[in-house]
């Protein structure tokens, strides 16, 4: 295996990972406020949608299995169009990157550090997600896979104390068709976490079907836990979702009985904390790796410095904070999602159609 | 330095992490304690005065001392909101008010006479507490409830946190937290639960405490008794009496003349009591509806399968093996078997409950036989008087919902869930609201025995 790719396995903990992006801690309540209880449709509807690319990746990959995306998009459409897409992308991403950083930067004050510092937040949050960009691709998926079943462990066992907390199946179906997909639509944001595949699919090393299996066991399996933990809260906080930002906290302290056990919602913290830095992670690879190809001649370093520059511009000056990224995010950035996240897959899987296996110049 | 530079370059990481410690490590040796700069809240007291809002918080306090007990100290403030509240009491102790370990949040009577979702605004914006903290009520301010509380900690080791865990978890089956008060407020039916501890003086099954003095307007020293310095027209009568007097005075009817009487003239003779019965209040629409017995809320358990440790009292029982004898049987696990349907498109509710009892005590006639004795003693007499016993709770408990409109039993989303079709047709037929619903539910309750 080359120094720069990654094993199907690593693929698959990578996937598994990025899935749970976004989607564990404010989308239960905010996807409430649309469809009720319905949201956990949503959430199916979305996740299906996920797997669906997740289809396309591998047969694009299977179709040109050593090109880039970018290679792919710059050999079917031109130059112009591959920059002015990678352009959108890494945009898209940074927004993304955005989000992440300040739902958990909300949850991580509310939970744990009340007098932290903004400064000392951003700054340690900078130098890790620098310092694991700076390593590579590699040594970051190595370090998830690390961790991988840890966190597993901890979102398994939170949802297993959920169960005693339990209350009543929500009334499904009640939301109107029209919210349902407004509701849908509105936070496209929160998914398509399978497109950072797309962007790193030449280093991604898929030899045969069992490969492509493994990648599409792990991330089942994370659906699966997705979706339990949607029927969860909504079952445990019903008519009350809307008001509880922290799902993945909120259903393990919900409880009278478990504030005698302490902190427990340490458990999420930790959760938290490990996806939010993975996450961001990679996803400030992935921007600095569009970085790199809209401007070729110039190396990582500079990505990641014009990334820092611009997110602390944007940070430091509260040109965006949760409720405007939020705001955002549900007005601008669901078009973004649909063209980028959906319809360019889309457009690729046409251009699998026919023809060889075509290999890199 | 050339070395320093290359190892830094091998493992940026460490960069990071010292970065990190040259940032953290500073500020945590140089900052105070946290109990210095916050004062840790077990306990809001909610009340509301001429001024506006009262806020009533139980601050642990932590001061070195030889008897290592945790120190208390109940703090006052009065604004026009409940954050300006806060507020002021921040400014009063020099502290930061930290809600992170508060566990009960203490409403008054008087505070429910409007809608409190205005008033627990503030506490629900509070990441931490409207899923853990629960809300209770009581028949006096809520001040004077937790100067009560504060008393009794410090002479009987007894808390409050204990107190309200057993109720939440034996009798209420039911948190009554923040959370679940509003759950009942969106719901359909905008109906909830609330727990209810009152402070009583007076021959009553309560606990009490022998220093009232520190108990504003309760204690001995302002000279009062209960019905003085508690809320107008929340006194409450004997509670050894039962609980269905205390439904009463509840409903409005004051106290009789020679029990306010007795009370004050006793003075400080008779102890200030808090009182635990296991009665609580109706929340219509985020006011106090109605109040709810011992034994009407012990009605509605009967439909719950989470119930166990209800104690049956069966009197004058006479079969072939006893003679006016009083039995006491202990439910040791409850099984309810329920179904759902439209019978002739009436809403219909079987619940087929399976009680699993032991004798406990039995208090009969030196003839009764030693069969009698056994703890799995159960005859078709006491069989029928058991049965009937729990269908009239049950019925009294349904009768009593109905009559307030008050679905807590959550029939209408029961109904809607399974039967979506039938329940939205009924609605329409009959033309009412969710709220109604439980009116025209027509229940079926079989009693099973088990001898265990």
């Keep these: 295996m080359n120094a720069k790719t990654i094993s199907s396995r690593q693929t698959a903990v990578l996937a598994s ?3 749970f992006a976004n989607k564990i801690l404010v989308l239960p309540s905010l996807l409430y406020e649309y469809a009720k209880a319905d949201s956990i449709f949503i959430m199916l509807l979305l996740l299906l949608a996920e797997l669906g690319l997740l289809f396309i990746f591998f047969r694009l990959k299977r179709r040109f299995p050593d090109l880039s995306f970018y290679q792919i998009i710059k050999q079917k459409m031109g130059v112009f169009m591959a920059k002015s897409l990678y352009i959108l992308i890494a945009i898209y991403i940074f927004y993304k990157i955005l989000l992440v950083y300040n739902v958990s930067y909300v949850y991580f004050r509310v939970q744990v550090y009340l007098d932290a510092s903004f400064y000392i937040f951003v700054l340690v949050f900078l130098l890790v997600c620098n310092s694991s960009v700076m390593r590579g691709l590699r040594p970051l998926v190595r370090g998830m896979e690390f961790f991988y079943y840890f966190l597993i462990t901890c979102f398994v066992f939170c949802l297993l104390l959920s169960v005693a907390n339990f209350n009543k ?98 458990l999420a913290i930790v959760l938290v904390m490990f996806l939010s830095l993975f996450q961001i992670s990679v996803a400030l690879y992935v921007f600095c790796d569009c970085f790199n190809k809209i401007f070729p001649s110039l190396g990582k370093i500079y990505g990641v410095i014009t990334f820092d520059l611009i997110f602390l511009a944007f940070v430091l000056l509260s040109i965006f904070d949760f409720l405007q990224v939020t705001a955002l995010g549900v007005l601008v950035v669901p078009y973004f999602a649909l063209v980028l996240q959906y319809i360019l897959p889309i457009v690729c899987l046409f251009f699998t159609i026919g023809g060889k296996h075509e290999k890199s110049d | 330095m050339k070395k320093v530079i290359d190892a830094v370059k091998r493992a940026p990481m460490l960069l990071a992490l010292v970065l990190i410690a040259f940032c953290f490590f500073p500020t945590a040796i140089i ?28 601050t642990f306090l932590s001061h070195p001392n030889q008897s290592y007990s945790e120190q208390y100290e109940v703090i006052s403030c009065s604004a026009p909101s409940v954050s300006e509240a806060f507020t002021n009491a921040s400014l009063q102790i020099g502290k930061n008010i930290s809600l992170f370990h508060t566990h009960t949040a203490i409403v008054s009577e008087r505070l429910l006479a409007e809608d409190i979702t205005s008033s627990l605004d503030y506490l629900s914006r509070v990441a931490s507490l409207p899923q853990s903290c629960v809300l209770i009520s009581t028949n006096v301010t809520s001040k004077q409830f937790l100067e009560f509380v504060q008393e009794l900690d410090k002479e009987s080791d007894i808390n409050l946190e204990d107190l309200l865990f057993y109720t939440s978890n034996y009798i209420l089956w039911k948190y009554t937290t923040i959370n679940s008060f509003y759950e009942g407020y969106f719901s359909p039916v905008k109906a909830s639960l609330l727990g209810y501890l009152t402070i009583e003086q007076g021959d009553i099954n309560g606990i009490p405490i022998t ?40 409903e409005g009817a004051p106290q009789s003349d020679s029990e306010q009487s007795s009370g004050q003239n006793s003075g400080g003779a008779k102890q200030l009591q808090i009182v635990n019965d296991g009665s609580c209040l109706l929340i219509k629409e985020g006011k106090m509806q109605a109040h709810l017995t011992k034994e009407q809320l012990r009605g509605l358990n009967w439909l719950n399968s989470s119930t166990t440790g209800a104690v049956i009292t069966l009197e004058d029982v006479s079969d072939e093996n006893l003679d006016a004898a009083k039995l006491i049987y202990k439910v040791q696990r409850q099984q309810i078997l329920d179904r759902i349907e439209y019978v002739g498109g009436v809403p219909v509710y079987t619940a087929n409950i399976k009680l699993f009892i032991t004798l406990l005590e039995s208090n009969g006639s030196k003839e009764d036989t030693v069969e009698s004795k056994e703890p799995v003693y159960i005859s078709d007499t006491v069989r029928k008087l058991i049965e009937r016993q729990v269908k009239t709770e049950i019925n009294s408990s349904l009768e009593f919902l109905a009559q307030n409109n008050a679905d807590t039993l959550d029939m209408y989303e029961r109904f809607y869930q399974a039967k979506r079709a039938e329940t939205k047709d009924f609605m329409q037929t009959q033309n009412i609201s969710p709220e109604e619903f439980l009116k025209n539910v027509v229940f079926k309750v079989i009693v099973s025995l088990f001898p265990v």
Excluded at chain 1, 181 to 205: P, Q
Excluded at chain 2, 32 to 50: C, F, M, Q, R, Y
């Design chain 1, 17 to 19: 990972v990025m899935l």
């Design chain 2, 31 to 58: 900052a105070p304690s946290e109990s210095a700069v916050n004062a840790i809240v077990t306990a809001v007291g909610l009340d509301k005065n001429d001024d506006g809002y009262e806020v009533t918080l139980m």
């Design chain 1, 169 to 266: 199946f929500p009334l499904f179906f009640d939301a109107p068709a029209g919210e349902f997909f407004l509701g849908g639509f509105k936070h496209l944001f929160c998914f398509g976490d399978v497109l950072i595949l797309f962007l790193l699919m030449d280093r991604i090393k898929i030899e045969n079907k069992k490969d492509e299996k493994q990648i599409l066991t792990y991330t089942l399996i994370v659906m699966a836990l997705i979706l339990i933990l949607y029927i969860m809260f909504y079952s445990i906080f019903n008519h009350t979702s809307f008001v509880h930002k922290n799902a993945i906290s909120d259903i393990i302290t919900f409880s009278y009985r478990f504030t005698y056990i302490g902190r427990l919602d340490m």
């Design chain 2, 211 to 250: 220093n009232t003095e520190n108990v504003v307007g309760l204690g001995s020293s302002s000279g009062g008794g209960q019905s003085n310095g508690g809320e107008s027209g929340s006194s409450r009568g004997n509670a050894s009496n039962g609980s269905a007097n205390q439904s009463n005075q509840k």
